[in-house]
């Protein structure tokens, strides 16, 4: 049971906004790309990096916001393959913040009964960040809330090429190498088997694109962009994505249920 005592004080905005919410339908898997942290710093003149340690508490917010929801799953875009291209300063502080946030936010992911997984090229990163993700996906392996993704070193295109490459090596090994593949059995070979697909994707800093971020699985995702910078965001626009999300009719290529039946009442009809 959502105890919602646990997500907005009363006479808060929060409130106000949860009361919008019918807490019946959410979105069982939502995607962040997180963006905005670099323009945040710079509206204040920091360098690029206090933009991403703020952006931690954007996330510790949101996760646990997602948890005390009882989403099913939370992937958050912390790092692209693409990435790699900013200075090495930044790209090195990004890992040890990764780090700092692991080591610190353990105790709290156990509190709140979170899975935890990396998914991504998670052996083209450092060692140290390899060790500690390990140890975070290991010890809460057997918690049964909330799954927590974070892609990292990921890239959407990548993702697609690993998983062609890992299918084929599958069926050379059985030697299977003439089978046929359909949708399911691909899907099972992402970084995300076994993961529903995202129903709502959440975009901050109003960029309207998708950026290599789990190209595959957003096929019939609904989009929301806020404005709001990644270090800004909180648990009211998050509440804000789940209305919009809620007003969005999803249709997977089908027509609206009601206007078959209006389409099969007028064809009885014979006009
Ligand atoms: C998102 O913020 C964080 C990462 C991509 C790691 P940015 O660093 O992209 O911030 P902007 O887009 O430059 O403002
Ligand atoms: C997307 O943000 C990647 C992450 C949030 C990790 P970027 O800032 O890297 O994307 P572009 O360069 O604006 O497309
Ligand atoms: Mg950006």
Redesign the pocket.
């Known amino acids: 049971m959502i105890d919602v005592s646990k997500l907005a004080v009363p006479g808060s905005i929060e409130e106000t906004l949860l009361d919008k919410i019918d807490l019946k339908r959410l979105p069982r898997h939502v995607a962040?790309?997180?963006?905005?942290?670099?323009r945040w710093a710079r509206a204040r003149s920091l360098p690029r990096v206090e933009g991403h340690r703020a952006g931690i508490t954007s996330v510790r917010e949101t996760v646990e916001t997602a948890a005390r929801l009882e989403l099913g799953v939370m992937t958050?875009?912390?790092?692209?393959v693409?990435?790699w291209k900013?200075p090495r300063i930044e790209v090195m502080t990004l890992m040890m913040l990764l780090k700092e946030y692991l080591r610190k936010e353990l105790a709290t992911l156990m509190e709140n009964n979170i899975r935890f997984t990396p998914i991504g090229r998670i052996d083209g990163l450092d060692p140290t960040v390899q060790r500690e993700l390990r140890y975070a996906e290991e010890k809460t392996a057997g918690n049964s809330g909330l799954l927590f993704q974070i892609?990292l070193n990921?890239g959407g295109r990548a993702e697609i090429v690993d998983t062609c490459n890992r299918i084929m090596n599958l069926l050379r090994e059985k030697e299977m190498s003439d089978a046929v593949i359909d949708e399911a059995f691909f899907s099972d070979h992402l970084y995300t088997a076994n993961v529903e697909d995202p129903d709502l994707l959440i975009?901050t800093?109003g960029?309207l694109?998708v950026?290599?971020?789990l190209l595959w699985q957003i096929a019939y995702a609904e989009i929301h962009v806020t404005k709001t910078l990644?270090p800004d965001f909180r648990r009211r626009h998050l509440f804000e994505a789940i209305i919009d999300f809620q007003a969005r009719e999803r249709r997977y290529g089908a027509v609206e249920p009601a206007e078959e039946r209006e389409m099969f009442v007028e064809a009885e009809d014979g006009s």
Not at 76 to 80: E, I
Request: charged residues 25%; glycine residues 8%.
């Open positions: 962040v790309i997180m963006d905005g942290n670099g958050l875009y912390a790092f692209s693409e990435n900013r892609a990921y975009r800093s960029e694109r950026s290599n971020f990644w």
